[in-house]
């Protein structure tokens, strides 16, 4: 899930109602045995009118501490975490224990371009070995559309971090 966008002055009050949303929908998958998984999102570049909420590793933890649902965790997406100040690796150590899932793409550590693994600035073994290190046992989703991308990046993952792959 994507906690929203933000335009304006008020950052503090979406913030707080994209935490009632996710808790009101975090409420309803608890009760039919579903976690949620909150998104990370890119950053926008400083001209753009609107703001994704959740950017940062601190914005995903106060939504969901003001969530409150154990339905409810992060989803790291490490490509997105690699545009951050400390990339992906400092993401994922100040995120343990609360993530829930994971999506890989690779980018130029400026812009989100989704490009296929070892096409870009991100140090996918050095991700991995971080949230290995958290003790994060589920699913890595390689979040690429193309079928050659996808298999270019499982080919990097084999040649970087075979341990990760089942």
């Known amino acids: ?19 009632r949303t996710l808790a009101t929908a975090a409420s309803y998958a608890r ?12 950053e926008l570049p400083a001209e753009a009118e609107i703001r994704y909420l959740g950017c940062t590793a601190a914005e995903v933890l106060t939504i969901l501490g003001l969530a409150g649902s154990p339905a409810l965790t992060a989803c790291a997406d490490l490509g997105h975490a690699n545009l951050l100040p400390g990339g992906a690796v400092r993401f994922v150590e100040q995120l343990a224990g609360h993530i829930g899932h994971v999506q890989l793409t690779d980018n130029d550590g400026v812009i989100d371009h989704h490009l296929p693994l070892g ?6 073994a050095a991700a991995l070995n971080a949230l290995a290190a958290t003790g994060y046992e589920g699913q890595v989703a ?14 990097h993952l084999r040649a970087v971090a075979p341990r990760f792959l089942a």
């Open 119 to 124: 096409e870009g600035s991100l140090d996918v």
């Open 1 to 19: 899930m994507h906690a929203g966008y933000w335009f304006g002055d008020d950052k503090d009050a979406r913030v707080e109602q994209a935490a």
């Open 31 to 42: 009760e039919r045995g579903i976690t949620l998984a909150l998104e990370n999102m890119n």
């Open 142 to 155: 390689i979040e690429l559309d193309d079928p050659r991308a996808q298999a270019a990046s499982l080919e």
